[in-house]
């Protein structure tokens, strides 16, 4: 397809599983960036990847999030030991300079529950 | 206090009302975007700006550089509108967005 794609859509877990997540960026595009957004708030920012720069990890909210670019194009997130506190919907975007001047396309989200 | 705020965070509208969200933001930006997230949580890009004004078919979007400022505007509101509205700027000194809370906008018919 020709937007960003993530999968699973949904993925229902126990605490203290590891979970990971994948994020299809548009083809090309350089930039690719993991949000989360927990019930009732705000979008906040985990990792972002531009090119084969060291990515940008301030967000990621403990060390049981890591994140991993393979090839400048699919991205995983991985969250280890998931506690309740994980349950967000986890965006991924992406965006090219080059061809779209910085906007970002957003992916569909992946609903996580941690149960 | 929040970079970026939004107001109103909530907001009921009657069907063909014309409807405006605020944005103010407190950090340099080299961009501004709005963004529209449906109940099911699907994000689309609605406008990204760096002056002036943008319009996309019953969407207005402006910003004001100097004030900090932007907003979005609705023409002719219809229930299909309902969503949450987001403002995010992208820091000078990053690419990272800062996003605001969002607006939640209600349409009736």
């Known amino acids: 397809g020709a937007g960003v794609s993530q999968s699973p859509s949904n993925k229902v877990t126990e605490k203290g599983k590891d979970v990971e997540l994948r994020c299809d960026p548009i083809s090309g595009h350089t930039a690719l960036y993991w949000y989360r957004q927990s019930l009732g708030q705000g979008l906040e920012f985990l990792i972002y990847?531009?090119?084969?720069?060291?990515?940008?990890k301030s967000g990621l909210p403990s060390d049981r999030f890591s994140a991993e670019r393979t090839g400048g194009s699919v991205s995983t997130l991985t969250i280890q030991r998931t506690q309740q506190e994980d349950s967000a919907v986890y965006l991924c975007a992406s965006s090219s300079h080059r061809t779209s001047g910085g906007a970002r396309f957003f992916g569909p989200g992946t609903r996580l529950t941690v149960l | 206090k929040n970079e970026v705020e939004q107001s109103p965070q909530n907001l009921t509208a009657q069907e063909g009302e014309f409807i405006t969200i605020n944005c103010s933001y407190s950090?340099?930006?080299?961009?501004l975007h709005w963004l529209q997230q449906h109940p099911g949580g699907g994000i689309v890009s609605l406008f990204m700006?760096?002056?002036g004004k943008k319009k996309h078919g019953r969407l207005i979007a402006t910003i004001n550089i100097q004030e900090k400022h932007s907003s979005l505007h609705i023409t002719a509101s219809h229930p299909r509108d309902s969503a949450v509205y987001i403002c995010?700027?992208?820091?000078?000194?990053?690419?990272?967005?800062?996003f605001g809370t969002g607006t939640r906008l209600q349409v009736f018919p």
């Open positions: 995010a700027v992208r820091s000078v000194d990053t690419d990272k967005l800062i």
């Open positions: 990847f531009q090119g084969n720069s060291a990515p940008d």
């Open positions: 950090v340099g930006i080299s961009a």
């Open positions: 700006l760096s002056s």
